[in-house]
């Protein structure tokens, strides 16, 4: 009847721990509860788990165990340990070791003294019981192996005990029950590392399709790179705020889910044509127009010089020769403004419109300076896009969450369309593509958005303008903050924690890294 008993808790056991086994994330915790309910199986004293490290070459030691010698070391503990080789310098299998006999064989084994055996070299062993007044007898070890039959590693115990305290051998039962408990826990082990190695696989090919995208452009290489980093430097400063973000405490998953949606904020711009990516000049399509501008500026001077030449009178030279200075005036104009800015003077708008009015005659033959289109392209006020251009560019943010819906993820990472999305989106309403307001953006979709306009601000390889300053960039901030645009509480936590320095000195030239007066900044929205 006992033994009937002692079976049902044993099964029962086998059963809780395969279902714990299943859903323990964290690997030094998993490896802890296999070596626990070994032990606790047989009620030994102590125990090693070894795992075959990447090469196969070896075994690791990875939890180590004794109850009687209160020694507990984890993971991190045994990284520092010499590993058991598996071969010879010759690559013959060394069976001279009782954890490198069970895993060569790949059978459970044990011996009642492992001083009086003949099936592994004990020296070892003598000399870690001298040199920690220990004594070790009976033994027992189980190879975890995959579906596939291969090794992962092996759980090596000492000592088991019977009822009244004694040392005694480890029963077949004993590696029945372990045995089965080794399986279990290969099979959760194998399953973590397959979901471990689809994670990795998933990230190094979001990663790639990042960098895809930054070298399609040919001035904003490293921006997706830098505004995950930025998202990941915030949401580390989130978690060890004390002040506004004191009961904000992000779980792995959720910072690997922010992580992610930076590294794939952009994604949709693989959809935007380089012409307007890339439109570094205002007259910018396929080339630069401003070369087949200037070729009419000098070709009406030349047809000046001519007449000038053949003028009869000196009021008329004179009169020709101030029309051709002026003539080459504008051109040295029109090349200043085609190069895009912050902001476009009115009294610029009307020179522009002026020279387009310009036309000189000669044969009986008119002859104009620009054309309509290029007009247009340079009364541009801001940067160097169209209206039309920057709606296409604008297309981005759609497209990314167009295509990370499409995508099936694992339930951790449900929120990552919207987090990567959402980084144009504006807090009252007036952001794009969804228009959303502060009450439907959360705090992951606001930090990726402080770090992409962080890195657009700083960034000195963009086509139409140098890189800011950092008091520049926080003052721009500091008055977005006042507009209602963006996050008040993460922008100071940018100044306070002093991010905005540590990533400054990074990534920006040394040039963009002044003073900041940090009080005169909030002074800003705090009137």
């Not at 000669?362 to 002859?367: F, P, T």
Request: aromatic letters at 8%; proline letters at 2%.
């Amino acid at each position: 009847m006992e033994d009937k008993k002692e079976l049902i808790r044993q099964v029962k056991a086998l059963t809780r721990i395969g279902i714990a086994l299943s859903g323990e994330k964290d690997i030094n915790n998993f490896f802890k509860m296999v070596l626990e309910e070994a032990i606790n199986f047989t009620n030994a004293d102590g125990g090693t788990i070894y795992t075959l490290s990447e090469d196969k070459q070896a075994l690791d030691f990875t939890i180590i165990y004794t109850k009687s010698m209160n020694l507990n070391l984890g993971m991190a503990d045994t990284a520092q340990w010499p590993s058991v080789p598996l071969y010879d310098d010759k690559g013959n299998k060394i069976y001279k070791n009782f954890a490198t006999y069970v895993a060569h064989t790949g059978k459970p084994s044990s011996v009642e003294d492992a001083y009086d055996q003949n099936i592994f070299n004990n020296s070892g062993t003598k000399d870690y019981d001298s040199t920690n007044n220990y004594h070790s007898k009976s033994m027992a070890a189980i190879p975890m192996k995959d579906h596939e039959n291969e090794l992962l590693g092996v759980i090596q115990l000492i000592n088991a005990y019977d009822n009244e305290g004694n040392i005694t051998h480890f029963t077949e039962e004993h590696l029945t029950m372990l045995t089965s408990l080794a399986s279990q826990a290969a099979i959760a082990f194998t399953n973590k590392n397959l979901v471990e190695g689809l994670e990795k696989l998933l990230y190094q090919f979001i990663k790639s399709i990042a960098a895809a995208i930054d070298r399609k452009g040919e001035y904003t290489g490293g921006h997706i790179k830098r505004v995950a980093s930025l998202s990941e430097m915030l949401a580390d400063v989130i978690q060890k705020d004390t002040n506004i973000y004191k009961d904000i405490h992000f779980t792995s998953e959720e910072l690997q889910e922010i992580s992610l949606a930076g590294w794939m904020h952009d994604v949709g711009k693989i959809t935007t044509p380089i012409y307007v990516r890339d439109k570094s000049k205002k007259l910018e399509t396929i080339q630069d127009r401003i070369e087949i501008v200037k070729n009419r500026f000098e070709l009406i001077s030349a047809l000046i010089h001519k007449d000038i030449e053949y003028s009869k009178t000196q009021g008329k030279k004179e009169e020709l020769k101030k029309l051709n200075d002026k003539l080459m005036d504008d051109m040295e104009f029109i090349i200043k403004v085609n190069t895009g800015g912050e902001f476009m003077r009115d009294e610029y708008i009307e020179r522009i419109k002026e020279i387009f009015s310009f036309k000189y005659t000669a044969n009986s033959k008119e002859y104009h300076l620009i054309t309509e289109d290029e007009k247009k392209n340079l009364c541009i006020r801001k940067g160097t896009l169209l209206p039309k251009e920057l709606e296409k560019m604008w297309e981005h943010a759609l497209v990314s969450h167009e295509m990370l819906s499409e995508l099936t993820y694992p339930k951790k990472f449900k929120n990552l369309p919207l987090y990567a999305a959402s980084h144009h989106e504006k807090l009252n309403g007036k952001g794009y593509p969804f228009n959303k307001t502060a009450e439907e953006l959360p705090l992951q979709s606001r930090i990726i958005a402080i770090a992409d306009l962080y890195e657009a601000l700083t960034a000195s390889d963009r086509p139409y303008k140098k890189g800011k300053t950092l008091t520049e960039t926080l003052r721009i901030m500091a008055f977005m903050v006042k507009d209602g645009e963006i996050d008040k509480d993460l922008v100071e936590l940018l100044m306070d924690s002093k991010l905005y320095l540590k990533y400054a000195e990074e990534f920006l030239k040394p040039e963009q890294i002044d003073d900041v007066d940090i009080d005169a900044i909030k002074g800003i929205y705090n009137k």
